[in-house]
Structure formats: structure tokens, C-alpha cells
């Protein structure tokens, strides 16, 4: 939603200002110094980051329509599964954990969390590590070492996309540039003809290095940034994630290892200590 209105807002304000001051809104319609322009910066892309990267980077933009991932529910809902799984570990041991995440779809526990049951990494992150804390073989530093390699592993991965975006962005300017002189050098071919032809040429030049700063600094570096700012949302929800299995496997109380989990989440979505509480055990029962 963000950025529907985001792109609305930028051209609304653009195009607009300029109708305003009497400009032909017509004159920035141009299509062929679109096709140069997008259509190198597209070349550029698969050139250095190959069709995997492009395909990822086409869902990550996509990924933008739907706005957060992560919400105040996701958080809770994830805080409620945790609870009931530690307090299974607490009252029927390993054996009643392992039954648990062998096979989540088919776990009743799993299953009252729908929201945390959509997120197959988080749900893959929970099973990984809860069955090697029943194993026993790793001892929490151990266990919180391998968890913070995985996730700036997958954090790095996932960076990846809108660094490559925002190269794209650094690039279009350039690319703008190249469509201008195209421009001028149809308009050196048109000399000695009819002066509004020209003169319609130069514009539709100058359009093309218009778009190209548009395009940066409008569109394409701010999606970047906004898929680098998801990247983040998921880090922190996934530092939340690891922070409640690391105080479990060091022996804390369910109710106290998830209340670790509410102290290092995102403070816009922090519940009061009194609300996990009652939100936890309202999951209990």
C-alpha cells in the first residue's frame, strides 16, 4: 500500500506542478525514452546479477504492495506457540517436545498459531533448533553462536536484493543521459527542417534525462530502500525468535523466557508486561 501511494504522491506532485505552470503534460509522454532507458537498466541488471537475482528482485517488489510483513499479531501469536511449546518441554520433557515438531502441520499446538504457521522460516528456525536443544549436545553459547551465523547468513541474502536495486538506481541517471543524446543526435539529423519539429525532438531529448533522475530518485531508490527496511523487520522479528529458544535452553520459565522475547522486539509493537501475560496464558488454557 506504501508504495501505490508513495508513487501516486511523486507524480501527483511532479506532473502536477508542472501542468500548473502551463506545461504540456503530453510533452512528457514519450515511450521510446522509456524503452531506452528502462530497457537498459533491465539489460544492466540481468547482466550483473543473472535471472535468479532478477526473479527474486521481482517478487521483493511485489512483496512492497503488501506492505509489513510483521505486525503486533504476528509477534504475539509467535509468543503464544513459543509458550505452549516450553511449557511442554517443562512438564512432559523432551519426549512431549519431539511428538510437537516432528511434524508441525499435524501438531494441535502448532496449529492455534496460524499466523507464525504461514512463516515456513520461522517455522524451520523453531524445529531446527528446538530439536537440537532435546538432543542436548550443543550448550546454549554454542546454540546462540550457530543461530546468529544463520540469520546474518539469510540477513546478508536478503540484503542482497536491494543492493542490487540500488545499483539500478545509481545507474538510471546515466542511462537518462544516453537517452538525451539519442535525442539529439534524431534532432541533428532533423536540422533544416520545420522549426516545431525540432523543437519537438529537443524536448523529447530532454525528457529522457528527466525520467532518468525521476526514475532514481522517485521510484526505483526508495523501493530499495523499503525492501532493505523488510529485510530489517524480519531481522528483528527473528532476533525475537532466537532470543526466547536461547532463555529457554538456558533453564528460565516459559513465562519469563517469552518476557525476554518482549524486551528486545520493535517498542512501537512492545505489549505491556500485564498483556503477554494474560495473552500467553489466555493461549494456555
Known amino acids: 500500500m506504501n508504495l501505490i501511494i508513495g508513487i501516486g504522491l511523486v507524480l501527483g506532485c511532479v506532473i502536477g506542478a508542472f501542468a500548473s505552470h502551463g506545461g504540456n503534460v503530453m510533452a512528457l509522454y514519450q515511450p521510446a525514452e522509456l524503452i531506452i532507458i528502462g530497457g537498459a537498466a533491465l539489460g544492466g541488471f540481468v547482466i550483473a546479477n543473472g535471472l535468479g537475482m532478477t526473479k527474486r528482485a521481482t517478487m521483493a517488489v511485489i512483496g512492497m504492495m503488501k506492505g509489513s510483513k510483521y505486525s503486533k499479531k504476528h509477534y504475539m501469536d ?29 501438531s494441535a499446538v502448532f ?39 544463520e540469520l546474518q547468513t539469510h540477513h546478508h541474502e536478503e540484503e542482497q536484493v536491494a543492493q542490487a536495486i540500488t545499483r539500478v538506481s545509481d545507474a538510471l541517471p546515466g542511462f537518462g543521459i544516453v537517452a538525451a543524446v539519442l535525442g539529439i543526435v534524431n534532432t541533428m539529423g532533423a536540422l533544416g527542417g520545420p522549426v516545431t519539429e525540432i523543437g519537438h525532438k529537443v524536448a523529447a531529448a530532454l525528457v529522457g534525462t528527466f525520467l532518468g533522475i525521476l526514475m532514481a530518485y522517485g521510484f526505483v531508490g526508495p523501493i530499495a530502500n523499503g525492501i532493505e527496511t523488510k529485510v530489517k523487520e524480519e531481522g528483528s522479528y527473528f532476533t525475537v525468535l532466537k532470543t526466547c529458544i536461547i532463555a529457554m535452553v538456558q533453564g528460565y520459565a516459559p513465562q519469563v523466557a517469552v518476557e525476554f522475547g518482549r524486551k528486545v522486539m520493535p517498542t512501537a509493537m512492545r505489549p505491556t508486561f500485564v498483556e503477554l501475560e494474560q495473552h500467553v496464558r489466555g493461549k494456555k488454557a
Open 111 to 149: 496449529k492455534k498459531h496460524e499466523l507464525t504457521m504461514k512463516d515456513h522460516h520461522a517455522i524451520e528456525f523453531i524445529q531446527d533448533y528446538l530439536r537440537m536443544m532435546v538432543s542436548g549436545e550443543m550448550n546454549p553459547f554454542q546454540l546462540e553462536n550457530l543461530m546468529d551465523i
Open 78 to 106: 509467535l509468543f503464544g506457540l513459543l509458550y505452549d511449546l516450553f511449557n511442554i518441554a517443562r512438564k512432559d520433557g523432551v519426549l512431549g517436545l519431539e511428538r510437537e515438531i516432528d511434524d508441525p502441520a499435524k
